[in-house]
């Protein structure tokens, strides 16, 4: 499995709509993908359509760690369905999720233990069957964000071309580098990806050419654009790529190159299983 973390910490810049923009692009490309909602308000369940009905939520899992089983309360995204649709039967895509809940706030608290920032890892490590793992996470540098860099592979920072983002980014940088020689020496690349970008805005213009200058070549490519349909088909919780508009036809290749960027550095095994 490639883990990836999907971060910002400064909220309201889409951290959650790229983690489901990604969580469309994969479902599209038939990658068996498993979204892990870390953040206490769930928005991304919500937005996957997905319900615990029933099973563990992502908070009682993390608590009862030892003995419980992630695939055994993993949620089917409601997008699955309308995916399978459109495929053959004998390979219906696989889009899961670990359901958020406010259960989780209590572990995000800034002075969590060392071995508490495990209990995700641990999870995943009896965890199979999934080839991309996307963590949406709080916005916020506690326990949750920590515990969730501590399983991961990737890092995808979200930054909006705006003063108070870009300043935000670079101090989650910062914060990053002392975790990794801290807690996970092992941590593989870290991407920062520009969100809601206006190209007709020169503010804009300058925050990414301001944010290249600054994150080199973490800063990855393609930026997503802002659309006015985003927002409807959130509320609607749909996947952007099933959604019945050609307007949203750039921001399907969008999320779907930046699928491609983050899957190429997962380990060649994987991309190839």
């Not at 469309?24 to 369940?45: E, K, M, Q, Y």
């Not at 991961?152 to 989650?172: C, H, I, K, N």
Request: charged residues 20%; contains cysteine.
């Amino acid at each position: 499995m490639h883990v990836v973390s999907i971060s910002s910490l400064k909220g309201g810049v889409g951290k959650t709509s790229v983690t489901l923009g990604l969580a469309s692009a994969a479902l599209a490309a038939g990658i068996p993908t498993l979204v892990i909602d870390l953040d206490p308000h769930a928005d991304a369940s919500t937005g996957l359509g997905a319900r615990a009905n029933g099973k563990q939520p992502i908070g009682q899992m993390l608590k009862n760690v030892r003995r419980a089983r992630l695939q055994d309360n993993v949620a089917a995204s409601a997008w699955q369905s309308k995916a399978a649709e459109k495929k053959s039967r004998t390979r219906i895509p696989v889009l899961d999720v670990a359901v958020g809940d406010a259960f989780t706030g209590i572990y995000d608290r800034p002075d969590l233990r060392t071995r508490d920032l495990r209990r995700l890892s641990q999870l995943l490590s009896r965890t199979s069957g999934y080839q991309l793992v996307l963590i949406d996470c709080p916005p916020s540098l506690n326990g949750l964000t920590r515990m969730a860099w501590s399983a991961s592979d990737q890092l995808l920072l979200v930054a909006e071309p705006s003063l108070f983002s870009v300043a935000g980014t670079e101090r989650t940088q910062r914060a990053l580098e002392l975790f990794r020689r801290e807690f996970a020496p092992s941590l593989g690349p870290v991407s920062v990806v520009a969100n809601r970008v206006r190209k007709d805005s020169a503010e804009h213009t300058f925050r990414v050419n301001e944010m290249r200058q600054m994150f080199g070549d973490s800063m990855v490519k393609p930026e997503i654009p802002e659309h006015p349909e985003w927002q409807q088909i959130q509320g609607a919780a749909y996947s952007v790529h099933q959604w019945p508009s050609k307007a949203t036809a750039p921001m399907l290749s969008q999320f779907d190159a930046l699928l491609k960027v983050l899957m190429s550095s997962a380990p060649t095994q994987n991309a190839q299983s």
